[in-house]
């Protein structure tokens, strides 16, 4: 049996580290979390060949100290909240590995329990505790704002390219005068679509180029990047927000990849922005398990969630189901 600590910067980074060194099989024992770091503690179920059969009866014995060790794991969950079904295990322990911030996590284990009763498999009753998404009427005008590099700009292009599948008019306007190749970048996508494509430097701007895309029956509003830190352009991002207009959609999107740190960051940064959905990309990279967990604590309804950089096929609706079988993973 080997147990090993790794400490990285993000929870997504060490289980990659814990993957790296102990293969997928690890078991995730501890996770611990301090200002600008991730520790995970995992151990190894995997020994040598034995030689000889005292050698065997030492695998044997390290195996039994292994079953022994994933129980007091489990009873620890259990004192925490008693009463804990065996067939609620395999959420609790996806959602420890996956870094699941631990009070997030307790909420989201009795939610599911309450919906076990009728015997309801785990998938399931963990898609109820998720919920339906409340239905929101078609808005003409959806605005998307995120951390730097989450993916926002190709997720405008995936969802342009499955509106101008179906044969409606798409313009897209970007406000991005921070990155070094934005909207070439947005015009290539447009050319590639048959969809305009507008700039805007200012708020000013935006209102312009929104009237000028009256013709469209959907205008998809690129913004730049801005992280928890950036506090002139989480300012700049609110005055166009509200030079879009109260009629505009408010689109968080955000990456998979974010650990409980970062997704609390993220999410303090852009609440005050009142965004209605989320879309959650990067699920080629990590399962999301940290990020769902705190939007749906926080009410906040993913629309949509996409797993490679593919237009625009890697691009879906998320479901319950979908994203149930996401917090399920480790």
């Not at 109820?128 to 009427?137: D, H, M, Q, T």
């Not at 050319?191 to 305009?196: C, K, Q, S, T, Y």
């Amino acid at each position: 049996m080997t147990i090993n600590r790794y400490t990285a910067a993000t929870m997504q980074l060490a289980l990659a580290r814990v993957k790296a060194a102990l293969g997928p099989e690890a078991i995730i024992l501890e996770t611990a979390s301090a200002p600008g770091e991730v520790t995970v503690t995992a151990a190894l179920d995997r020994l040598p060949a034995p030689i000889g059969a005292a050698s065997g009866e030492l695998v044997g014995e390290v195996r039994q100290l292994l079953h022994v060790v994933r129980e007091l794991v489990d009873e620890h969950w259990r004192r925490e909240k008693p009463g804990l079904g065996r067939e609620l295990l395999p959420l609790q322990r996806a959602l420890v590995a996956q870094g699941v911030d631990g009070v997030i996590a307790t909420a989201l284990v009795q939610a599911t329990e309450a919906r076990l009763a009728g015997g309801a498999p785990l998938t399931a009753a963990l898609a109820g505790a998720l919920g339906e998404p409340s239905p929101r009427g078609a808005q003409r005008v959806h605005l998307f704002m995120g951390p730097p590099g989450d993916g926002k700009t190709t997720t405008i292009a995936k969802l342009a390219a499955q509106q101008r599948r179906a044969g409606r008019r798409v313009a897209l306007v970007t406000t991005d005068t921070y990155r070094v190749g934005a909207t070439a970048e947005l015009e290539i996508y447009g050319r590639a679509l048959g969809a305009p494509v507008l700039a805007a430097v200012d708020a000013r701007a935006l209102v312009r180029a929104l009237a000028r895309a009256a013709d469209a029956d959907l205008v998809l509003v690129d913004t730049a990047g801005a992280g928890p830190a950036q506090g002139p352009q989480l300012a700049e991002l609110a005055v166009l927000a509200e030079a879009a207009g109260v009629g505009a959609a408010r689109t968080l999107v955000a990456s998979a990849a974010a650990g409980s740190a970062a997704a609390a960051r993220t999410w303090q940064a852009f609440a005050p922005l009142a965004p209605e959905a989320c879309v959650l990309t990067k699920l080629d990279l990590a399962p999301g398990g940290p990020m769902l967990g705190l939007l749906w604590r926080r009410g906040l309804r993913v629309s949509h969630v996409a797993a490679g950089r593919r237009i625009p096929d890697d691009l879906e609706p998320a479901t319950p189901d979908r994203l149930a079988r996401c917090l399920l993973a480790a």
